[in-house]
């Protein structure tokens, strides 16, 4: 099962800038700890946040 069937894989311009503010912040940790923050991040905004906003 994948989470991200219905929303697919994070856009390339959000993958690189989470990967920059991570790897300034925290070094080459914090960058490749930032590219599944900022896919969780998506996911959380497509499948909670969007459709609360449009239910309304």
């Known amino acids: 099962m994948c ?3 219905d929303i ?3 856009p ?3 993958t ?3 990967a ?3 790897g300034a912040l925290l070094g080459i940790v914090g960058a490749l700890l930032a590219i599944p923050v900022a896919a969780a991040i ?3 905004l497509a499948e909670v ?3 609360r ?3 309304h």
Do not use: D, H
């Open 49 to 51: 946040v969007l459709p």
């Open 12 to 14: 390339a311009p959000a």
């Open 53 to 55: 906003q449009e239910s």
């Open 20 to 22: 920059l503010i991570g």
């Open 3 to 5: 989470l991200f069937a």
């Open 42 to 44: 998506q996911l959380v």
């Open 16 to 18: 690189i800038v989470a």
């Open 8 to 10: 697919g894989p994070p």
